[in-house]
């Protein structure tokens, strides 16, 4: 991480971000993450959509999942689906002078009203900008570590047709921490410690398994643990 004072800049982005949803109004949401501190990433938030407070950690784990770097592009125009609603948003990331990846501004938009008068309206007009079809379908905008890593963990055992934690063996287990070690969770001091709570293992365990993982990152799960996590 870049060790330059960036208090200024952060401080300049949080009046930015008020200076937008005043002109574009309560449809429009701006948040500004630091990435000094993943855990309470937002420092500044202007509007209310998601109901997220300056002190809340990064959204979700894909938004910093490994490889994001000075070659990262932006995101623009994706979705997030919360509950009935669908919000239109976008992803600025913010470097320092030498590519380091320093935080991100995000836009999010609800746009449901004007979709429904442009229905009622029948209105002919399109619009002039291409929207990406990438839909993070489960998202629900963690407000602390602990929902942050439920997501996560929940997200894994939908994939795997599993309904509870007490579900999962060994094998498993092994395979979701690669799972959240792959999409950057750890990176987030005392991660190891909430994922160890979640799963009703030892802490000592999720380190195992994260050993096991850097040992040897070609062996395949299902083979026996050398240890006997639970």
């Not at 971000?17 to 002109?23: H, P, R, S, T």
């Not at 979705?79 to 590519?99: C, E, F, M, N």
């Not at 599993?162 to 990176?187: H, I, M, N, S």
Request: glycine share 8%.
């Amino acid at each position: 991480m870049s060790t330059i004072d960036t208090s200024w800049l952060f401080n300049l982005l949080g009046r930015l971000a008020e200076g937008v949803v005043a002109v574009v109004g309560p449809h429009c949401e701006v948040e500004v993450h630091d990435f000094t501190d993943l855990e309470h990433s937002i420092v500044a938030i202007a509007g209310n959509l998601t109901g997220r407070r300056p002190g809340a950690p990064v959204p979700d784990v894909d938004f910093i999942a490994q490889g994001l770097n000075a070659n990262q592009p932006d995101g623009f125009n994706y979705r997030y689906k919360i509950g009935l609603r669908t919000l239109q948003a976008s992803t600025i990331w913010v470097h320092d002078p030498d590519g380091t990846p320093l935080g991100a501004v995000s836009i999010n938009m609800d746009n449901s009203n004007l979709q429904r008068a442009r229905e009622l309206l029948d209105l002919m007009a399109i619009s002039s900008q291409s929207v990406s079809n990438y839909v993070i379908e489960d998202n629900t905008f963690a407000h602390d570590l602990d929902e942050l890593i439920r997501n996560a963990i929940n997200s894994y055992l939908r994939e795997s047709g599993l309904t509870v934690t007490g579900e999962l063996g060994p094998a498993d287990k092994l395979r979701l921490v690669e799972r959240l070690e792959e999409r950057g969770l750890f990176q987030i001091r005392g991660a190891a410690k909430k994922v160890a709570d979640l799963l009703g293992i030892s802490r000592a365990s999720v380190y195992k398994y994260r050993s096991t993982l850097k040992e040897d990152n070609s062996e395949a799960p299902e083979k026996p643990l050398p240890f006997s996590g639970k």
